[in-house]
């Protein structure tokens, strides 16, 4: 299993919630979720953001939306 740190987790994050992750990664992502409480929070936000899109959801998240996740995700990161 992959072990992610917070940065590296944001990084596949989006790639998890495509179900673009391969098995040991998807692995990765879900026990560190399980474990830090910050990052789960964040995941929680990511998928109401990601709800709001659409039901179902696009397969391929907006490019807008992306980087509006992963800079609310480093804005975090720096308080
Ligand atoms: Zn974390």
New binding site residues.
Partial sequence: MKR???DE?AEHLTAYLEDALDRPARDGVRA??AC?E???R?FEQFRVTIGALGDPPPEKLPADVRARLLSAFRERRRL
């Fill in positions: 992610f740190t917070c987790l560190h979720l830090c910050g990052c789960e964040y």
